[in-house]
């Protein structure tokens, strides 16, 4: 928590500092870049970079937390912190560049507050950095300890063993260590980074949700062709599309993730759109492969039948648990999925049971859609769980 001496520096000037933190995030991505331009090279994201939503996650991040701190003084946002350590993790960041960021991040600050950060103001929020830094630290080690590496010691070489085009935009990929060695167990639900060196020689990596079951001899990735042209951060999914083939080796990094599937008996909702299908396919292979007799209602949304990837493998994982309930959508009517709903995804028309946990992953205005319909239909806050693909915009705002 933050100390007896902070807490009131950082009620006055959080105001301040969150209305000039994306000015801040701004500046502080230049100061790193410049003084190491190896990290946009082979760490960041460069086409986040590129459109701001990068920027716009740290900054939403920062003030988030110290707002968390200050309304709930005796706990720490764990769950908030997670989704950022999990993804750290699958990057494999280290606590040394915690030390980086803390130097670039607070002459972003001084420069563009001036004199409004005085020394007390200044030691008020190298607290909130550090009570935040720390807490990832310290997260990030277990999860590292969890997946059985050294802390930033992730990568692993696989190769493919099939390519397969599941849609025109959209094709899978089977993975097996290229050393022989079993792929290793992942909870239904968490993404594999992949490491590619593109054509100006940067390393750059993209986080995909393992979309089979655990316990299989080979991983599945499924991989959407986000195109350069209309979204600067589709260089890792253009250059898997036109060079990624059978017999290839990628660089893979263990499973990171925290929207898992929760091992009980309760009752599932599974709403996806689009890619967002992806983690829900892993938790429906698992709960199938594990004779799962849990209520299980799934929603998906796309385009058409043509563009919804593993269409007839979802339709077949659902008949095959007995308690399950499918629902589709396509924003174009079509006679290939007889019984399904044209136009969006309508919540509001499916039965719910009672005690239902929701597992959410797409677009996020279909997710922000989704999520204030079951909160409005009495579903707890915290039985809504989400995964979001590329940086986390919704943190600290649901």
Known sequence: MLSQQSTPVVRATLPAVGAAIGDIAELFYTKLFDAHPELLRDLFNRGNQANGEQKQALAGSIAAFAGMLLEHPDTRPDAMLGRIAHKHASLGITADQYKIVHKHL??????????????????????????????????????????????????????????????????????????????????????????????????????????????????????????????????????????????????????????????????????????????????????????STRPVTVLHADRTPADHAHRAELRQLVRELPNAALHLWYEESSDQEPGASAGRADIGAVELPEGVTAYLCGPLPFMRAVRGDLLRRGVPAQDVHYEVFGPDLWLGQQ
């Open 106 to 291: 607070f002459a972003a600050i001084v420069e563009v507050l001036g004199d409004a950060v005085t020394p007390e103001v200044a030691e008020a929020w190298d607290e909130v950095y550090w009570l935040m830094a720390n807490a990832l630290i310290a997260i990030e080690s277990g999860l590292y300890q969890q997946a059985g590496t050294a802390d930033g010691e992730i990568w692993q070489q696989m190769t493919i063993v099939e390519r397969r085009q599941e849609t025109p935009d959209i094709v899978s990929l089977e993975l097996r260590r290229a050393d022989g060695r079993p792929c290793g167990a992942f909870r239904p639900g968490q993404y594999v980074s992949v490491q590619v060196e593109l054509p100006d020689g940067a390393h750059q990596i993209r986080q995909y949700s393992l979309s089979a079951a655990p316990g299989r001899p080979e991983w599945r990735i499924t991989v959407k062709h986000v195109r350069e042209e209309v979204r600067p951060d589709g260089e890792v999914s253009s250059w898997l599309h036109q060079n990624a083939e059978a017999g290839d080796v990628l660089t893979v990094s263990a499973p990171f993730g925290d929207l898992t599937l929760a091992e009980d008996d309760g009752p599932l909702l599974l709403a996806s759109a689009g890619i967002g299908s992806t983690p829900m396919l892993a938790m429906l292979n698992h709960l199938a492969a594990t004779g």
